[in-house]
C-alpha cells in the first residue's frame, strides 16, 4: 500500500466517526462534552463540534489510556518488570543503504525506512519472546 492510499484509509476513517458519533455511542460520554462547553463558556475562543475518538485509532486519548492500562495489567499479574527496551531506526543501516539510488536520500523514502524498521524489530522481538535471548519472556507490551 502507498502513502497516498494509506493516507486516504486514515480520512475516511476520520470521517466516518466524525458523522456517525451517534452510531458509536459518544452520548456516554457526556462528561468530556460538558467539560469541553464549560472550559469554552468563559473563553472567546468557541471550540467546534467535539469529536470523541474510539481507542481504535492508533495514538488516540483513549488508545494511550487503553495501552497505559494493559501495561498497568501485566505489572500487576506478573509484577515489575527488569527491562526497558528501546529500539531506534538508523538511516544509515546496510538494509536501506543499499536500496538507494546514486541520487536519493533517505529523508525521501519513509516508505523504505519504514518497513526495514518494522522488519528489525519484528526479528528483535522473536529473539526476545521466541528464542529467549534474554531469558524466557513472562510477558512484553
Given at each position: 500500500m502507498d502513502f497516498d492510499s494509506y493516507l486516504q484509509i486514515e480520512a475516511n476513517t476520520l470521517n466516518f466517526i466524525r458523522t456517525h458519533q451517534k452510531q458509536l455511542r459518544t452520548e456516554l460520554y457526556h462528561g468530556h462534552a460538558e467539560h469541553l462547553e464549560n472550559a469554552t463558556q468563559n473563553s472567546v475562543v468557541k471550540a467546534g463540534i467535539p469529536v470523541i475518538l474510539p481507542s481504535s485509532i492508533e495514538g488516540s486519548p483513549r488508545n494511550m489510556r487503553e495501552r497505559c492500562e494493559d501495561s498497568m495489567s501485566i505489572f500487576g499479574k506478573y509484577g515489575a518488570s527488569y527491562l526497558f527496551i528501546t529500539f531506534t531506526?538508523?538511516?544509515?543501516?546496510?538494509?536501506?543503504?543499499?536500496?538507494?539510488?546514486?541520487?536519493?536520500?533517505?529523508?525521501?523514502?519513509?516508505?523504505?525506512?519504514?518497513?526495514?524498521?518494522?522488519?528489525?524489530?519484528k526479528s528483535l522481538m522473536d529473539d526476545l519472546t521466541v528464542h529467549g535471548a534474554l531469558g524466557k519472556s513472562i510477558s512484553h507490551v
Open positions: 531506526a538508523n538511516p544509515k543501516w546496510p538494509e536501506i543503504t543499499e536500496n538507494l539510488r546514486p541520487s536519493e536520500h533517505t529523508t525521501g523514502l519513509p516508505d523504505l525506512l519504514a518497513r526495514v524498521y518494522n522488519l528489525k524489530l
